[in-house]
Each structure stands twice: as C-alpha cells, then as structure tokens.
C-alpha cells in the first residue's frame, strides 16, 4: 500500500487550485492557495488535522479580507491609463450660443462637437469644464467664472 504524507496531498490540492486560477484568474483563488500552503506547513509540522483544517480556514479567510481590502483601496484610486482614455475631462470649452433643444454646436480641438450640460442646469453662453466625452457628445459640467 502507497502512503503519501500529508503534506504532499495539500501541496496537490494548492497546485490543482493554483492551475484552475490560471484558468479562471480570479484573485480569491489565490487566497485559497495560500491556505493550502499554510495547512501543508501545519502537516509538515506534524500537528493533527483538525489544526490543519482550522489554519487552513483562516489563512483563506485571512486572504480573502486582504482581497477585499485592496480592491476598496485600488478602487479609489483612478489607474494612469484609464487617465490616458479621458484626457478631455477638465479642459476648458467655449459655448457661444445654445439652440432651442438646449445643446450647443462648440468648437474643441480643431473639431465640431455637440455639448450637453451634465446635470438639470442650462446652458448658456460662456467657458464651461468638461465633464466627460459621451460618443460623439461634450457633457459640460459646471460653468467657469471670467
């Protein structure tokens, strides 16, 4: 009969896990490797099961708090490129006139734009800060004072 130690079958079962996670490229999987290894450090220590399933349990649960953590911390923070796709937001754009519909043909960057305010407030004639670009449509957000 084969025996195989304990700590080989939760390296096993990190490895199977950290193969689906290449697959599936989701973060918490990582988590859950991480508890496999810390269960397989528990086997090799020699501590009995019940301690390898409650380490294994918090180091997961351990992981997927830090998961959670860094992504409410990285989610506030805006990345360089998406900079890169909204370089309009908060340049300058002149409105000379506003139609009856209450959108305004502005002239930016060497080319004809339709503008629409952001919010309930009207357009009106003056410098206005871009708050987005819309398709093919300026959305102004807030009028800036001369």
């Known amino acids: 009969m084969i025996s195989i130690s304990p700590t080989l079958v939760w390296c096993i079962a990190a490895a199977v896990v950290l193969a689906a996670e290449l697959f599936l490229s989701t973060v918490y999987l990582l988590a859950v ?3 496999l290894l810390v269960a397989a450090i528990y086997a090799w220590i020699g ?5 390898q399933l409650f380490a294994c349990a918090a180091a997961v649960s351990a992981g997927c ?25 908060g340049n300058c754009v002149k409105v000379d006139a506003v139609g009856s519909d209450g959108l305004a043909v502005v002239t ?6 339709i503008a629409r305010p952001a919010d309930s407030h009207p357009l009106t004639a003056g410098w206005w800060t871009i708050a987005r670009v819309d398709g093919a449509q300026l959305v102004l957000d807030r009028r800036v004072r001369p």
């Open 33 to 35: 490797v991480f508890g």
């Open 47 to 51: 501590l009995a099961f019940t301690w």
């Open 65 to 89: 708090l830090f998961v959670l953590v860094f992504g409410r911390i990285r989610a506030g923070r805006r990345d360089p490129a998406e900079r890169l796709q909204n370089l309009d937001e």
């Open 108 to 113: 930016y960057r060497g080319a004809t734009w």
